[in-house]
Nanobody, 127 residues
Framework: QVQLVESGGGLVQAGGSLRLSCAAS??????????VGWFRQAPGKEREFVAA????????YRAESVKGRFVISRDNAKNIVYLQMNSLKPEDTTVYYC??????????????????WGQGTQVTVSS
């Protein structure tokens, strides 16, 4: 069974930075072969697209709300995908999830287009 594991969340002051990591647990799933996306979801709200990358990292996409602040990257040799979050704002506070897909859909910003999900990591930005 495919399992993705996020790490790197925590508490940071507004204007600070965090780097989230996404790795696959188990030997049979190699995350470097898959497109990976990051989503976030606040309580009572729908899951929101944050960023995505094709398997190679040559194509990346970001939501307008995070452009200029967040960067998605991947180290396929280490089988890890990162979300570097800079200039964090209190409104970035929520749970962040990584997801993987068999293919990168055109409507990659829909959570239904992703096949595998992690359990999430909490990011809290204090004002």
């Amino acid at each position: 069974q495919v399992q993705l594991v996020e790490s790197g969340g925590g508490l940071v002051q507004a204007g600070g930075s965090l780097r989230l990591s996404c790795a696959a647990s188990g030997r049979t799933f190699t995350i470097s072969n898959y497109p990976v996306g990051w989503f976030r979801q606040a309580p009572g709200k729908e899951r929101e697209f944050v960023a995505a990358s094709n398997w190679l990292g040559s194509l990346t996409y970001r939501a307008e709300s995070v452009k200029g602040r967040f960067v998605i990257s991947r180290d396929n040799a280490k089988n890890i995908v990162y979300l570097q979050m800079n200039s964090l704002k209190p409104e970035d506070t929520t749970v962040y999830y990584c997801a993987a897909a068999r293919t990168l859909a055109r409507d990659y910003d829909l959570d239904s287009r992703w096949d595998y999900w992690g359990q999430g990591t909490q990011v809290t930005v204090s004002s």
